[in-house]
């Protein structure tokens, strides 16, 4: 497992290998400053799974997801997808829920209620 923290100390980041998959976890907030680590993360992160298994980005101690992130995730989500490795979000919270379904995001990106439930095979999103 490794962690880093943004510059700006606003966002922590655990990087962790489960089986072929790779889960991120954040904590913090996602912003325009916080941006760019975690892009870093989320590309190393498709670069170590092994495809076909997913990333999974867990958003559930996100305080804070500026709509930025939205992009980050279409993304990040494009890349995953050309590596054959699916992108899977966690978001339980409002504080990421809402822009997701604000932007029409929830319906394009698979969201789970959970880090197991998005590593269970076969599962569907919640």
């Known amino acids: 497992m490794s962690g880093s923290t943004s510059a700006d100390g606003l966002l922590t980041i655990r990087r962790e290998t ?15 400053s916080s941006l760019a680590h975690l ?3 989320l590309n190393t992160a498709v670069t170590v799974a092994s495809p076909p ?11 804070f997801f500026g709509w930025c992130g939205l992009t980050l995730l279409v993304n990040s ?12 979000v966690v978001a339980a919270s409002g504080t990421v829920l809402q822009p997701l379904k604000l932007a029409g995001l929830d319906r394009v990106l698979p969201v789970y209620a959970s880090v197991s439930e ?8 919640a």
């Open 18 to 32: 489960r089986g072929a998959a790779v889960v991120v976890h954040v904590a913090g907030e996602v912003d325009f």
């Open 39 to 41: 892009q870093d993360e």
């Open 53 to 63: 298994a997913p990333v999974v980005l867990d958003l559930q101690e996100v305080g």
């Open 77 to 88: 989500d494009d890349r995953c997808t050309r590596n054959h490795t699916p992108l899977r």
């Open 118 to 125: 998005a590593l269970a095979p076969s599962t569907s999103p």
